[in-house]
């Protein structure tokens, strides 16, 4: 990037990390709720649906894309072109796969009949963990766009520009997977 | 009125009639105007700009456009209250409730907020030497998501489903079961989308203050209104993204079968709690520019430094602050018990302490200073004992005790009516006075602006002083009559007279402005011997501005610079200006989720999915055509 890129650089990253600053805020707000209203008075407790194999599963793939996507950064930065396509292309694959295991375990509550008015706890835990899918739904989008850029020499610094401010969102939506390990399913599970 | 239509019959109430007929005529009106005066390519121009004047413009625009509307609204419950056991037209009622729900919701989210926004988008980069927003692009995004979600709330009225559930949505009336139309989905979805542009308004404005600003403007030598829009951005970032949580679970209860605030499995208090949360700071985002605009205006007609600008900021991030640890005060007969009571109350009563810090400084300002009593200047006058008044309410008010007294009671329709009109409505008409020559190059008419001032004030506290003792006496707000023997009716009729009274000051404010463009008096750069960096650059201001860029070396750099008869230092390599475009995109992305809220609202998935896939579309379109490298540079 050249000097002047770098300055409209540095005010993307600021305005983008206080966008993650608004969602913060908004997931806290979420999981709030779903501190308040979990277990609900009626319908299954939380205790008897939830399944560590599960939840292992998914947070296995999803938090090791933090992991690819840190190898692929390194490609973008010391210039290996290699390095940043596979690491980029696994995030993808273990994000995509992170969400087929979201809607086999969401379609297993719904065959149990337990929608989004089953009771409030499953209100409160679809409006949280279908948000954060949403979110690694439109990461998956983006990266694939990201693919299509890879190709167009004549922006290569919007590229790498693109590149960073993806990864901020990608580990900031793993942040906010683990806040959902710790306060949705573990302690139910143990 | 009934009228069939796709063998359906509609309930065509004769207010919504004359709406429609008002609607055409007026709108036929503007269609010629704008053919005749060959104005269709400025229309153009605008819907594709991303420069910060212009958008800033609109938000006026639309935001005074809304103010009209939601003012008539209040015109028509003053006339509904100005007799005891009055039939005014249709407004009893169901049709009353409604009346004060688009009231209160169209004057807070689609007439002061945006009218602020507005002139936060003109003043802000001009005032700490920024040549745009840092994002452009997003800013017109912001600007058109308000300005469909306005659209779409609006709508509602116009269809006969206005939402009437109060502007604070309380549950559980604002679910399915008591309302079950689609009137309350207009509110949350108008709603919805107006606030996700405030955010993202308030984002860009955060990022401008940062890092734009002109070289040697420390944060310690911004100007306040600046300051002000600062810290406002931040409550906002807060404050919104609460209120936006709190509409996606009105949003799920609704549609979704969820039940986070029915009163059998959920909890109708939490949503006040979250619409508090966001409604108390919402206040603060409302004042503090206001406050900030004042804060420029005072020092400016009084040839006078501000006196204490240390104080002026903390005391403003104090509020701030404050303002976060105060919102269930609006819920003392909700029943949280003494404890949280108590301590509600004591925070409330703190921020007395740095609003009262604020208004010393205001008059030690004025205090020995060189007088010019402009417009802008007696809006500025007039804000500050009246403002005093509400702030003084407010204590009554906070005595959590006292409260179950005054609660829902005129008392309080008094008491936020003084606060809100006399900081944020004053203050937008001193800012609109003040810096009309900035966005048209036109001065507004000083006699007519004080023909202004003066019928306002005296409307304003004509409508609202009776209303302190009519509550005091029992009479409750959101009731749409009262009885003969109730001794209510001379408070009641003298409050609508004052209703006129300001209805014919804010005519008289829309003459102004139509004679003033039509009179077409150009003034300079500097028509009101500025303080400030604003007042450096052309009027209007241009598109490229600070071309060449100054050097600050002090508060009020222009004032000083102009009493040295000297000018500003020059700086040779600024930072690189934002990018500067025209694009479809934004108002494209507006109207992708306008489509997407009306789908959801009548239950349109095919529709809803359109709309989503759009936005989708429209911003990969976005990313594959966004230019970030810098022409110029590459050149060099």
Known sequence: MTQGEIVIFKDKQLGFFIYLGVETIMFATLFATYMIFTPAEKGPHPADIFEWKTLLLSSFFLLSSSGTLMMSEKGLRSGRKGLLVLGLFITLLFGMTFLGLEILEFSSYLQQGYGTSASVFFGSFYVLVGLHAAHVAFGVGWMGMLFLQLGREKHAASFEQKHRIFSYYWHFVDVIWIGIMVIVYIPYLL | ?636
């Not at chain 2, 949503?271 to 400016?300: C, K, M, N, R």
């Not at chain 2, 070396?553 to 008869?565: G, L, R």
Request: some cysteine.
């Open chain 2, 1 to 636: 009125m009934q009228i069939s239509m796709f063998n359906q019959t509609f309930e065509l109430p004769s207010d919504v009639l004359a709406a429609w007929i008002f609607t055409i005529i007026a709108g036929g009106f503007v269609l010629l105007y704008v053919i005749k005066k060959k104005k269709l390519p400025l229309i153009w121009d605008y819907i594709r700009t991303t420069n910060h004047r212009k958008i800033g413009t609109l938000y006026i625009l639309f935001g005074v456009v809304y103010f009209l509307r939601a003012g008539l609204d209040a015109v028509f419950i003053r006339l509904q209250l100005a007799f005891p056991d009055q039939s005014f037209w249709v407004f009893q009622q169901e049709k009353y409730n409604e009346v004060f729900t688009t009231h209160g919701t169209i004057m807070i989210f689609f007439s002061a907020m945006p009218i602020l926004l507005g002139l936060m988008n003109v003043a802000v980069p001009l005032q700490i030497g920024a040549r745009d927003l840092a994002f452009p692009f997003l800013n017109a995004v912001g600007f058109w998501l308000f300005f469909f979600g306005a659209l779409f709330f609006n709508l509602a009225f116009f269809v006969n489903q206005a939402p009437s559930i109060g502007w604070t949505g309380y549950a559980p009336y604002s679910l399915n079961e008591y309302t079950p139309g689609v009137s309350t989905d207009y509110y949350v979805f108008g709603i919805q989308l107006s606030g996700l542009g405030t955010i993202f308004t308030a984002l860009n404005l955060i990022v401008t203050i940062f890092r734009h600003r002109a070289p040697g403007m420390k944060l310690t030598r911004m100007p306040l209104f600046t300051w002000a829009s600062l810290i406002t951005s931040y409550l906002i970032l807060i404050a919104f993204s609460v209120l936006a949580v709190a509409l996606y679970l009105l949003m799920f209860d609704r549609l979704f079968g969820t039940a986070f605030f029915s009163g059998s499995e959920g909890d109708p208090v939490y949503w006040q709690h979250l619409f508090w949360i966001f409604g108390h700071p919402e206040v603060y985002i409302l004042a503090l520019p206001a406050f900030g605009i004042f804060s420029d205006i005072i020092p400016t007609f009084s040839s006078k430094r501000i006196f204490g600008y240390p104080t002026m900021v903390v005391s403003l991030a104090l509020i701030g602050f404050l303002g976060f640890t105060v919102w269930a005060h609006h819920m003392f007969t909700v029943g949280l018990g003494p404890m949280a009571n108590t301590f509600f109350a004591l925070t409330t009563m703190t921020i007395a302490v740095p609003t009262g810090i604020k208004v010393f400084n205001w008059l030690f300002t004025i205090r020995g200073g060189l007088l010019r009593m402009t417009a802008p200047m007696l809006f500025a006058l007039g804000f500050i004992p009246s403002f005093v008044m509400g702030g003084v309410t407010g204590v009554m008010l906070s005595v959590s005790a006292a409260d179950f007294q005054f609660h829902d009671s005129h008392f309080v329709v008094a008491h936020f009516h003084y606060v809100i009109i006399a900081s944020t409505i004053f203050g937008i008409f001193g800012g609109i006075y003040y810096w009309y020559p900035k966005i048209t190059g036109y001065r507004l008419n000083e006699k007519l602006g004080k023909w202004h001032f003066w019928l306002f004030l005296i409307g304003f506290h004509l409508t609202f002083l009776p209303m302190h003792i009519s509550g005091l006496q029992g009479m409750p707000r959101r009731v749409y009559t009262y009885g003969a023997d109730e001794g209510l009716t001379g408070l009641n009729f003298t409050s609508t007279i004052g209703a006129f009274v300001m209805g014919a000051a804010v005519s008289i404010f829309l003459w102004n402005i139509v004679i003033t463009h039509r009179r077409g008096v150009t003034v300079g750069a500097d028509p009101w011997n500025g303080r400030t960096l604003e007042w450096t650059v052309d009027s209007p201001s241009p598109e490229h501005s600070f071309d060449p860029m100054p050097v600050v070396d002090q508060m009020d750099p222009f004032w000083y610079a102009k009493q040295e008869k000297r000018q500003l230092a020059i700086c040779a390599n600024p930072r690189p200006a934002p990018p500067d475009e025209q694009s479809m995109i934004p108002i494209s992305m507006g109207l992708s989720l306008f489509v997407l809220a009306a789908a959801l609202t009548y239950s349109l998935y095919w529709l809803a999915i359109a709309g989503g896939v759009g936005i989708f579309v429209l911003m990969a379109i976005r990313s594959w055509t966004d230019r970030t490298i810098i022409e110029e540079e590459e050149e060099a």
